[in-house]
């Protein structure tokens, strides 16, 4: 069996729109350091802002 990670063990960024933390996830793990916001909604809001 794998080993868990607990999730207070992830790592965690802030959304750059609306500020709240995110933690990592799986469909995240190649592409980390390019995640920018906590969901698409976020995305796109803060495109429409510039």
Sequence with gaps: MA?????????QKICVTC??????R????????EVKYCSDRCKKTFKKQQ
């Excluded at 080993?3 to 790592?11: A, F, G, I, N």
């Excluded at 500020?19 to 990592?24: E, Q, S």
Aim: net charge positive; charged share 45%.
């Design 19 to 24: 500020g709240r933390p995110f933690t990592w």
């Design 3 to 11: 080993k868990q990670v607990k999730k207070s063990d992830l790592p």
């Design 26 to 33: 799986k469909k995240w793990e190649k592409v980390w350091e």
